[in-house]
Every structure is written in structure tokens, then in C-alpha cells.
């Protein structure tokens, strides 16, 4: 079944913490992935995607994601975090059909 | 350039009650998708507007759910009555394309609180 599951479903950090959140996609097919973020009382936005080409892919404010075809993964990273990271998390792509993981809820203290 | 923006941000009806909420898409998108988020679940897909043809409405949970886009601009996702269960945030995302290759753009969410 098509499916894209994330790992955790709470993540507590303090500033400059090293951040990896984990995604894992099963679909048997060519694969579009995003990642996008929810601040508190906002809209989903986009950190980044991948269609094709190079599998590390930069996206806004510091994140980066890997596209590991044999993993079936598409981790989000950033090097330091920040307090202003503090939002939701969701991996989403497959297909023709988008789907969602169920969320990261980031936690950065100050 | 606006967003795609959605109406009410939050609404609580009583069960039975019928809620009607709006999505404005990007102008110019001519693909329209509803969404829902059920607490601590993952969002779902509902149904996918191609201007104001339903695309896509496998995702719809049952009959009292009703989907909109007359004359191919804002949609309307109307629930009636309303149930315990249908509480959540629903999300409604617009795209230029569809499919492989395009990127959808979200709104806020309206949140339903169905007592």
C-alpha cells in the first residue's frame, strides 16, 4: 500500500541541537516527496521537495533533505536549530496521489 | 500575490448542526484539493477539484459530505449534519497542474469542533 510514515511523533531540543527527523515512503513508483511546516496559527508551508535529480535537496531557512532511493527515506536535517523552528513537521509526496506522514512536532527551547 | 485562505479558522457546532466552510485557491490554479486532519492523525486527502469538476472524490468519508466549486473559483466543503467524528482540521491546497511534478500550496485550516 501506498503509505509515507514519520518516526517521531514529539522531538525536544535545545538551540543549536543538530536536528534529523525521519520519513520513510512505501511506493513502487516515481516519487515526488516534500516536506512542509506548520508554525502555531499559520499555513502549511514548504520547506522543500524533490522530483528528480540530485537526492540532497536545500530548502528554506537551513533545511536540507536526503532522498535515499534504497532506504525508501527522505530525512529532513538542519545543523542548528533555532527557537523560531518550534512548529509541525509533515513529510508528504508519493505519486500522482499526495500523501502525509503523521506530523513532527518540534519543540525548541530556548 | 494572496495565498489560498480559508473561512472560519475555527468553528463549534453541535452535532446534527451543518457547518459549510470556504477555501479561495491562488488565482489562476485551477486544481483545488480538500483535506482533513483528525487529531494526532495524518492528513488525509478528501477530494480534488480540476476547475469545477470533481477529479478525485475517493477520499470523502460519506454523504454528508459535500463538495463545491461552482464556476471553477473558491470551493465549498459542506457538512451535514454534522457527527462527533468529523471534528479535525480541514486543509484545502491549490496547485497550478496536478500530479507528479507540481506543488501544492495550503491554506491555514478551518478548525471543526463538533459537540
Known amino acids: 500500500a501506498q503509505s509515507v510514515s514519520q518516526h517521531n511523533h514529539h522531538v525536544i531540543l535545545s538551540e543549536a541541537a543538530s536536528l534529523e527527523l525521519g520519513c520513510n515512503y512505501s511506493y513502487g513508483g516515481t516519487v515526488n516527496l516534500f516536506w512542509y511546516v506548520q508554525y502555531p496559527g499559520q499555513h502549511l508551508q514548504l520547506l522543500l521537495k524533490y522530483f528528480s535529480g540530485d537526492p540532497l535537496v536545500k530548502g528554506i531557512k537551513g533545511f536540507e533533505a536526503e532522498f535515499i532511493k534504497s532506504k525508501f527515506s527522505f530525512n529532513l536535517r538542519k545543523p542548528s536549530v533555532q527557537w523560531s523552528d518550534t512548529a509541525e513537521y509533515f513529510c508528504a509526496g508519493l505519486g500522482w496521489d499526495m500523501r502525509f506522514g503523521a506530523g513532527t512536532r518540534l519543540t525548541v527551547k530556548p | 500575490e494572496a495565498g489560498v485562505t480559508q473561512f472560519p479558522s475555527h468553528s463549534v457546532i453541535e452535532k446534527g448542526q451543518t457547518v459549510t466552510l470556504r477555501c479561495d485557491p491562488i488565482s489562476g490554479h485551477d486544481n483545488l484539493y480538500w483535506y482533513r486532519r483528525v487529531m494526532g492523525k495524518e492528513i488525509k486527502f478528501l477530494l480534488h477539484?480540476?476547475?469545477?469538476?470533481?477529479?478525485?472524490e475517493s477520499g470523502m468519508p460519506n454523504n454528508r459530505f459535500l463538495a463545491e466549486r461552482t464556476g471553477g473559483t473558491y470551493s465549498t466543503l459542506k457538512v451535514q449534519p454534522a457527527e462527533l467524528e468529523d471534528s479535525g482540521v480541514y486543509f484545502c491546497?491549490?496547485?497550478?497542474?496536478?500530479?507528479?511534478?507540481?506543488?501544492?500550496?495550503f491554506g491555514a485550516g478551518t478548525r471543526l469542533s463538533v459537540l
Open positions: 477539484f480540476v476547475k469545477e469538476s470533481k477529479q478525485d
Open positions: 491546497a491549490s496547485s497550478q497542474g496536478s500530479g507528479v511534478g507540481n506543488i501544492q500550496y
